[in-house]
């Protein structure tokens, strides 16, 4: 079907997720199903209206990068967040969630699932028509995050798992290690080594 709505489309939908951890109707292209250090996998998903995920859990985050319509992201205990292109979600490492399409419009995503040993996510509960519908009322009063506030939150976590990931396998990690007493002055050494 030649659409307008295919035509703005960035990628084709893909396969038609299992109704077993959607309520309504999704598609997921797998883009990138493992990089090749087998840390994480990047899809894009299209939701109809209506349509959300269950809740679930990722063991080691995930990062929602928003391209078309109207969604939502809802944390348990938490305020509704409602996106829209441009808006990005940064899930914490085993917190509680759902997102997908708002009533009354679409919902596309790509998503950046990191992988374990523990799998990329642990589905939960189906999200009940009373939780999908209590995010109607509620979505106006959330506080969106810009690339450059996700960004910003991303900064400090990605130095970190940068060091703790990589450098171990540089050849004078060792030497450093003890002349350093803070993970202040590794990020400085590293800040001067790569300028």
Known sequence: MNTIENQNAIFPKGEK??????????????LVP???????????VVFEPGCRTN????????????????????????????LSKGDVVVIPSNVEH?????????????????????????????????????CQSGSS????????????KLKKNTIKRFLNQWFPLLPFSNT????????GQMKSLLRWQFL
């Open 17 to 30: 997720v299992s109704a077993d951890y959607f309520i309504g109707t999704a598609w997921v292209n797998i």
């Open 34 to 44: 493992q990089d090749e250090t087998g840390i994480y996998a990047i899809g894009n």
């Open 55 to 82: 809740w679930h859990k990722h063991p080691a985050r995930q990062i929602l990068l928003i391209t078309d319509g109207k969604g939502y992201y809802k944390e348990r205990s938490k305020s509704v967040r409602l």
């Open 98 to 134: 759902w997102h997908g399409a708002a009533h009354d419009s679409s919902f596309t995503h790509i998503v950046v699932t990191n992988k374990t040993m523990q799998g990329a996510v642990e589905w939960l509960a189906p999200v009940t028509d009373e939780e999908y519908s209590s």
């Open 141 to 152: 009063k959330t506080k969106k995050m810009n690339l450059t506030e996700a960004a910003m």
């Open 176 to 183: 450093l290690k003890k002349n350093m007493d803070n993970l």
